[in-house]
């Protein structure tokens, strides 16, 4: 890569324990030069409502101001009942106002969906996909990444067991940095 890109990591679970959160930094230390991370706190955000635009708690502010300076997002999260938790979606809605004011216009984006179920989170993965292309976010179509059994594919103290998954996480971080870079100019 020619350039470094500030990358933003948002991560849907908000459980200390939170397996996506462990394989968010697994993964992102599998990432190529040229990427750099910041793991972008969501759980303190307060519910949006227009209303508290007339005096915007710092959470927000604090939150627009980080995502704005990123040159991309990737997205790490659980399915909580076919979708994505509710703070991340609420994070999504605090970016994206005030209207034509959107934080997440034009950035790079990936998705990462993981479970211990075998399911891997599918429908969570394709509900958030509905909202980015909403914010106009350019979303990595491949290689996909949903994450099954991830329980099993962490050790205590986050590291990858796997040899194949960890050879396809490093591919997908991989095609992620290309991503950015190919949408640099977007």
């Known amino acids: 890569m020619s350039e470094t890109f500030e990358i933003a990591v948002l991560v849907g679970s908000l459980r200390k324990e939170s397996l996506n959160r462990k394989l968010a930094e697994a993964m992102t230390a599998l990432a190529p030069d040229g990427l750099s991370f910041e793991f ?9 409502n227009e209303d508290l635009e007339a005096d915007v708690p710092d959470a927000w502010t604090r939150f627009r101001d980080t995502i704005k300076t990123k040159q991309g997002v990737l997205f790490f999260t659980p399915e909580y009942n076919r979708s994505v938790p509710g703070a991340l979606k609420n994070a999504l809605d605090v970016g994206s106002r005030p209207y034509g004011q959107s934080v997440w216009d034009k950035k790079p984006a990936a998705i ?11 429908g969570a993965n394709h ?3 509905q909202s980015l292309v909403f914010l106009n976010m350019p979303t990595l179509q491949q290689p996909e990444a949903y994450i099954g059994q991830v329980n099993k594919l962490l050790s205590e103290d ?7 998954t960890k050879s396809f996480l490093t591919t997908f971080m991989n095609a992620f940095a290309s991503w950015v870079e190919r949408h640099k100019d977007y």
């Open 40 to 48: 972008v706190t969501i759980g303190d955000l307060p519910l949006y």
């Open 112 to 122: 990462v969906t993981a479970s211990p179920g075998a399911l891997a989170a599918f």
């Open 127 to 129: 509900h958030l996909r």
């Open 158 to 164: 986050g590291e990858i067991v796997s040899d194949d």
